[in-house]
């Protein structure tokens, strides 16, 4: 039996093999969950189709997190199909290319309030619409992704860094608003990892290196390390933990220099 075993989860953000949502995804199904996945319009609809069969999955529609109709939808397809909803895994982020380089001073109204909608209201709106899905199972699991950028300020990763800050404040409020109703919400920081959101950001291989060359553990994360601590933070085992952000990072975040 796995330690997610009768769970059933939503995983938002699986856009291709290389999102750490897949790892998630895998590794849920691997620990005995149920899984529901959606997509963002049709080219990722064509990609996470194949990717749901692997896992047994079901599609449950598409969302773009800005869209509440869409949010909508895709949880009263939950509530039809099971009546509720354990997990609930937020792997998504924004921010315009232009503001993951150079200079920070110059982001623009319009893009930071872009970022900061998909990147952080989202889990907010999402956490919202998940409460009474998971008040009908008892209590609730949610998490979300976070990079270090959001407690240091990282050359390049800018826009972003904010948006994660104010991520991991929103998972301290939900934490308390949601849990006397046994709901917990988490973040993982994870450390850097080769994906399509992550390929935006200038330099980014020079990130990877500096956790290789000066981590505790002198290599990379891999992937599949997410979808591991996820399914644990997820499960029951993590019943006391709530609010936190926790790193997956191979340690880098502890060292000086
Ligand atoms: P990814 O595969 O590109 O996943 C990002 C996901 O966000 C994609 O599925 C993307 O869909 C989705 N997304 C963007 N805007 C959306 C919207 N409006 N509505 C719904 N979905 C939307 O990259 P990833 O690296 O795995 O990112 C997943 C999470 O991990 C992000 O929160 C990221 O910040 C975090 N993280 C990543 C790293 C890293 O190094 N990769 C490290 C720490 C934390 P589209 O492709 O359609 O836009």
Same mark, same amino acid.
């Given at each position: 039996?796995?330690? @997610?075993?009768?769970?059933?989860?939503?995983?938002?953000?699986?856009?291709?093999? +290389?999102?750490?949502?897949?790892?998630?995804?895998?590794?849920?199904?691997?620990?005995?969950?149920?899984?529901?996945?959606?997509?963002?319009?049709?080219?990722?609809? +064509?990609?996470?189709?194949?990717?749901?069969?692997?896992?047994?999955?079901?599609?449950?529609?598409?969302?773009? @997190?800005?869209?509440?109709?869409?949010?909508?939808?895709?949880?009263?397809?939950?509530?039809?199909?099971?009546?509720?909803?354990?997990?609930?895994?937020?792997?998504?982020?924004?921010?315009?290319?232009?503001?993951?380089?150079?200079?920070?001073?110059?982001?623009?109204?319009?893009?930071?309030?872009?970022?900061?909608?998909?990147?952080?209201?989202?889990?907010?709106?999402?956490?919202?619409?998940?409460?009474?899905?998971?008040?009908?199972?008892?209590?609730?699991?949610?998490?979300?992704?976070?990079?270090?950028?959001? @407690?240091?300020?990282?050359?390049?990763?800018?826009?972003?860094?904010?948006?994660?800050?104010?991520?991991?404040?929103?998972?301290?409020?939900?934490?308390?608003?949601?849990?006397? +109703?046994?709901?917990?919400?988490?973040?993982?920081?994870?450390?850097?990892?080769?994906?399509?959101?992550?390929?935006?950001?200038?330099?980014?291989?020079?990130?990877?290196?500096?956790?290789?060359?000066?981590?505790?553990?002198?290599?990379?994360?891999?992937?599949?390390?997410?979808?591991?601590?996820?399914?644990?933070?997820?499960?029951?085992?993590?019943?006391?933990?709530?609010?936190?952000?926790?790193?997956?990072? @191979?340690?880098?975040?502890?060292?000086?220099?």
């Amino acid at each position: 039996m796995g330690i @997610v075993s009768g769970k059933r989860a939503l995983v938002v953000g699986v856009a291709n093999d +290389k999102s750490l949502a897949w790892s998630i995804a895998q590794a849920l199904a691997a620990e005995g969950a149920e899984l529901a996945l959606t997509y963002q319009g049709e080219i990722l609809e +064509k990609r996470v189709r194949p990717l749901a069969a692997q896992i047994e999955a079901s599609v449950i529609g598409e969302l773009d @997190v800005t869209n509440d109709s869409q949010i909508a939808s895709v949880f009263s397809k939950l509530n039809d199909k099971w009546g509720g909803l354990d997990l609930l895994v937020h792997a998504v982020a924004f921010a315009e290319r232009e503001d993951l380089r150079d200079r920070f001073l110059t982001v623009s109204r319009a893009n930071f309030a872009k970022s900061m909608d998909i990147s952080a209201y989202s889990l907010v709106a999402l956490a919202r619409a998940a409460e009474p899905l998971m008040e009908a199972r008892g209590g609730g699991s949610i998490l979300t992704l976070s990079y270090l950028g959001a @407690v240091r300020a990282i050359p390049n990763y800018n826009m972003m860094g904010v948006a994660k800050a104010a991520l991991e404040a929103c998972v301290r409020y939900l934490s308390i608003d949601l849990g006397s +109703k046994n709901i917990r919400v988490n973040a993982i920081s994870a450390g850097p990892a080769r994906t399509l959101s992550s390929s935006a950001i200038r330099d980014f291989h020079t990130m990877a290196h500096e956790v290789e060359a000066r981590s505790p553990m002198r290599r990379g994360m891999k992937p599949e390390e997410v979808g591991t601590m996820a399914a644990a933070i997820l499960s029951d085992l993590s019943s006391a933990v709530t609010g936190q952000t926790i790193y997956a990072d @191979v340690g880098y975040n502890i060292v000086g220099f």
